[in-house]
């Protein structure tokens, strides 16, 4: 049964990568204060600050912006996310294969006991 390794691991994986999934978008921004004669006044703008943009429950675009010391942590986050995209999708096909697998193997179930008795009047060319 490789198939079956094949999804227990992914599963095992996924659940693992779910811990530390973040999802949004990331960018970098550059930002004037408000104190006066600050260095970004005169072009010199703070950052890059990492911003996180993302579409909310009423389809609007919405973010926010990452304190610097949780900006690593954010993109690690991010990044599992589109790994676990991968993962789905991988468990996605092993997940079709073993419908269609099931489904052969419940038609050949169906079809034993016909086999055992067969005179039954199932099939038409049996009639005549
Ligand atoms: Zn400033």
Redesign the pocket.
């Known amino acids: 049964m490789k198939n079956s390794a094949t999804r227990d691991a992914l599963l095992r994986r996924l659940s693992q990568l779910a811990r530390r999934a973040l999802f949004g978008t990331l960018s970098e921004t550059y930002r ?2 408000g ?1 006066p004669g ?4 005169q072009g010199q ?2 950052g890059p600050h990492l911003y996180v943009s993302f579409r909310g429950p009423s389809g609007t675009t919405t973010g926010y912006y990452v304190p610097q010391a949780l900006a690593e942590a954010m993109r690690g986050g991010v990044a599992v996310w589109q790994e676990l995209q991968a993962l789905l999708r991988e468990l996605a096909e092993v997940n079709r294969e073993r419908l269609w697998a099931s489904r052969v193997s419940r038609s050949q179930r169906q079809k034993t006991p016909r086999r055992k008795h067969g005179s039954s009047p199932t099939r038409p060319e049996e009639h005549l």
């Not at 600050?38 to 006044?41: G, N, P």
């Open positions: 004037t204060c104190r600050c260095r970004c006044q703008k703070h």
